[in-house]
T-cell receptor
Framework: EPEVTQTPSHQVTQMGQEVILRCVPI?????FYWYRQILGQKVEFLVS????????KSEIFDDQFSVERPDGSNFTLKIRSTKLEDSAMYFC??????????FGSGTRLTVV | DQQVKQNSPSLSVQEGRISILNCDYT??????FLWYKKYPAEGPTFLIS?????DKNEDGRFTVFLNKSAKHLSLHIVPSQPGDSAVYFC?????????????FGKGTLLTVNP
């Protein structure tokens, strides 16, 4: 069964450092997303990406965040200057227009 | 602003019995609802969905009921199995536009006891 692949599974970084979280969506999907879940809280939408541009972003997705689809397969989330409160599980997802939404297994980001 | 609410943080059920997980929403623009199951250190796994044009959708042991007038949906698992123990998230989406952003509830931890 097709799956969304995320790397790394766990990333530890120092406050103020840049991190890039990587995702390989399902190949025939057209919509790509990043969500995050802070420990003990709900899964929150960050950003959606379609047709090589951001289609919607949440209030969380401020200027410190950016997304890119550098080639035909990867979808990345960059946090320019990490803060302690960025520590969370970050989930990538992709979908087709028929709501075939698939999540990756997540990257646990720990900012110290 | 909790547009999707799961008011029960946890639920404990005996194996073989029915598990009923509830979800309420406030945004009348939501017209597509999904249930996800999540184990620790894994991503949400899609279980079942329902469109607002229906009031019931069934897939094996899982049935989702939608009451639009009450803005309420529920997930029934019959019979419950120990392997069903996980956090269950209700999610909702408003169709249209160029994305299908999901709004999640906080989740309900289901424990099925052998």
């Amino acid at each position: 069964e097709p799956e969304v692949t995320q790397t790394p599974s766990h990333q530890v970084t120092q406050m103020g450092q840049e991190v890039i979280l990587r995702c390989v969506p399902i190949s025939n999907h057209l919509y790509f997303y990043w969500y995050r879940q802070i420990l003990g809280q709900k899964v929150e939408f960050l950003v959606s990406f379609y047709n090589n541009e951001i289609s919607e972003k949440s209030e969380i997705f401020d200027d410190q965040f950016s997304v890119e689809r550098p080639d035909g397969s990867n979808f990345t989330l960059k946090i320019r200057s990490t803060k302690l409160e960025d520590s969370a599980m970050y989930f990538c997802a992709s979908s087709d227009p028929g709501f075939g939404y698939t999540f990756g297994s997540g990257t646990r980001l720990t900012v110290v | 602003d909790q547009q999707v609410k799961q008011n029960s943080p946890s639920l404990s059920v005996q194996e073989g019995r029915i598990s009923i997980l509830n979800c309420d929403y406030t945004n009348s623009m939501f017209d597509y609802f999904l249930w996800y199951k999540k184990y620790p250190a894994e991503g949400p796994t899609f279980l079942i969905s329902i469109s607002s044009i229906k009031d019931k959708n069934e897939d094996g042991r899982f049935t989702v009921f939608l009451n639009k007038s009450a803005k309420h949906l529920s997930l029934h698992i019959v019979p419950s199995q120990p392997g069903d123990s996980a956090v269950y998230f209700c999610a909702a989406s408003a169709s249209g536009g160029s994305n299908y952003k999901l709004t999640f509830g906080k989740g309900t931890l289901l424990t099925v006891n052998p």
